[in-house]
């Protein structure tokens, strides 16, 4: 997916995050794509910890940021 494509599905009066949390879900959502996109090339476990990583950093991030869409939507 392309960053340009990707930034394009987001609006961010609808989306509320900082830049950070932005930048952390986009490299999350890549990962996850690049995964899918390589499916019966590659081994699944291949990408398995990038796909990891990039979900934690994104997971952590929004779990300390007031900012972000989970902390926005709980409180």
Request: net charge negative; aromatic share 6%.
């Amino acid at each position: 997916m392309h960053r340009e494509a990707l930034l394009k599905l987001w609006n961010m009066d609808e989306i509320p995050a900082c830049d950070k949390g932005m930048e952390l879900a986009q490299a999350f959502l890549i990962s996850a794509g690049e995964a899918v996109y390589r499916l019966g090339t590659e081994e699944p476990g291949d990408r398995l910890t990038e796909l990891t990583a990039a979900y934690m950093a994104m997971a952590e991030h929004y779990g300390g940021c007031d900012n972000c869409n989970e902390n926005a939507q709980a409180g």
